[in-house]
């Protein structure tokens, strides 16, 4: 496995949710509102990953089902780490930022983390490369 090939993704994958995010606040929030917008937003964002993790899963090299989760891993602690981080650069209280992963509260995030978590092996799987469990 290639970690820096597994972090250039990842870098590839902010941008793409940062231009994503940019557009959902420019286009979609007014039409509809923040809320329903960030929820609309993580089925998109779901999606936008998927794609590029399909495209770049053998250009990583990830040979097993356990690299594989842990790629997976290395993407959401790292997005994790831009998400809070951005936030609180644009002033956001940390309950405003948690508000996003509270289910209750119509936050889906926490399905959107989780679906990265697994996305180097749904990717992997897709593309048709076998991941021995080691």
């Not at 090939?5 to 590839?12: M, T």
């Not at 007014?30 to 495209?55: D, T």
């Amino acid at each position: 496995m290639n970690w820096k090939r597994a972090i250039s993704v990842w870098f590839l994958i902010a941008f793409a949710e940062s231009v994503h995010g940019t557009l959902r606040r420019l286009f979609l929030v007014p039409q509809i509102g923040e809320k329903l917008s960030h929820q609309i937003g993580v089925f998109i964002g779901s999606a936008l990953i998927f794609i590029i993790a399909w495209l770049c899963i053998r250009w990583i090299g990830l040979g097993s089902y356990r690299q594989q989760l842990q790629v997976g891993a290395l993407w959401v602690v790292l997005t994790l780490i831009f998400e809070f981080s951005l936030g609180f650069l644009f002033g956001y209280s940390l309950d405003r930022i948690l508000s996003d992963y509270n289910i209750a509260e119509g936050g889906l995030m926490l399905f959107g983390v989780l679906f990265m978590f697994f996305v180097p092996a749904l990717a992997a799987r897709v593309r048709g490369m076998s991941g021995n469990f080691s």
